[in-house]
């Protein structure tokens, strides 16, 4: 496996993390302790391809742009939708073509999860 991919599956999880913590409802299905909350937070950058609106979890599918300017497919996992709506957040906020930015905090190991 490549640098990018690891890179790609380690922000993949990492976004996770910011995703679900728009609400204290999430952070009681899933546990933040493998994510090392003090250490700089990354930030993503893409085009959304998909946006799934479905409990337990929302996704999102992004383009984004690799260090050789290749695009790759990357898919993050967010809150519930009950979680997201209570935040100001709906199924209409984001759309195919918008761009974002997904920021998140690292795995305190440093390693990656598949």
Known sequence: MNKL???NK???IAVFTM???FSGISSAHHSAI???MNAPLITITGKVTQFIWRSPH?????EVENAEGEVEIWKFEGGGTVSLVKNGVTRDSI???HIVSITAAPLRDGGLVD
């Open 5 to 7: 991919s690891l890179l």
């Open 10 to 12: 380690f922000l993949s």
């Open 19 to 21: 995703l679900v913590s």
């Open 34 to 36: 493998a994510f090392d």
């Open 58 to 62: 929302t996704s999102i599918n992004m």
């Open 95 to 97: 759309k195919p073509g």
